[in-house]
């Protein structure tokens, strides 16, 4: 199956579909946060999360602090690493906007008491790992029919809570066909 190439661009999200399944992506949903034909695109899996104490993640939080927090499953390129998508820009200083309302970024006062507040506050999303493709790859992707593109407003899907986004790509789209653009 060979499909026309389609627009895409970051804020639209991924949805994959039965080819991907036995792979890394099978029913993933992925929001697309940055994408450049000449340089590759990056985004985040967004139905597919763990709650993790954040001891085993962070150093220098106290070893008795057991509290688990959900954590988005980013993908699995660099699934070791650490990102904090920030629903308000006032979280850290001076983060970078990926889209209107959400950054990434960012420095945080050097103090365990800000660190906490960020971590803790309803408008960040941790994520562990990310989505990743290389120079053309994501549009043969496309053009085969791996993903479908589905376009909704991001910082309302984010809003929900993490537990409310494990949801399959049809449940994804059915449930946010509302806000579709």
Same mark, same amino acid.
């Given at each position: 199956?060979?499909?026309?190439?389609?627009?895409?661009?970051?804020?639209?999200?991924?949805?994959?579909?039965?080819?991907?399944?036995?792979?890394?992506?099978?029913?993933?949903?992925?929001?697309?946060?940055?994408?450049?034909?000449?340089?590759?695109?990056?985004?985040?899996?967004?139905?597919?999360?763990?709650?993790?104490?954040? #001891?085993?993640?962070?150093?220098?939080?106290?070893? #008795?602090?057991?509290?688990?927090?959900?954590?988005?499953?980013?993908?699995?390129?660099?699934?070791?690493?650490?990102?904090?998508?920030?629903?308000?820009?006032?979280?850290?200083?001076?983060?970078?906007?990926? $889209?209107?309302?959400?950054?990434?970024?960012?420095?945080? !006062?050097?103090?365990?008491?800000?660190?906490?507040?960020?971590?803790?506050s309803d408008h960040s999303r941790l994520i562990l790992g990310?989505?990743?493709?290389?120079?053309?790859?994501?549009?043969? !992707? $496309?053009?085969?029919?791996?993903?479908?593109?589905?376009?909704?407003?991001?910082?309302?899907? $984010?809003?929900?809570?993490?537990?409310? $986004?494990?949801?399959?790509?049809?449940?994804f789209q059915h449930k946010f066909e509302e806000l579709s653009?």
């Amino acid at each position: 199956m060979h499909l026309e190439p389609q627009i895409i661009y970051p804020g639209q999200f991924l949805l994959a579909t039965e080819l991907l399944d036995g792979t890394d992506f099978e029913k993933a949903v992925i929001l697309l946060l940055d994408h450049d034909e000449k340089e590759g695109s990056y985004g985040i899996v967004i139905n597919n999360h763990s709650h993790i104490p954040l #001891n085993e993640v962070f150093s220098g939080l106290p070893h #008795n602090d057991w509290k688990t927090e959900p954590f988005f499953l980013g993908g699995p390129v660099d699934d070791s690493k650490v990102q904090i998508l920030q629903l308000s820009k006032s979280l850290t200083i001076e983060p970078q906007e990926l $889209l209107p309302g959400i950054y990434m970024g960012g420095r945080v !006062e050097n103090s365990l008491t800000a660190m906490e507040e960020m971590l803790f506050s309803d408008h960040s999303r941790l994520i562990l790992g990310y989505s990743g493709w290389g120079i053309g790859q994501l549009s043969q !992707e $496309l053009s085969k029919g791996a993903w479908k593109v589905y376009s909704t407003n991001p910082l309302k899907v $984010l809003n929900c809570q993490i537990d409310e $986004l494990k949801l399959s790509p049809d449940e994804f789209q059915h449930k946010f066909e509302e806000l579709s653009a």
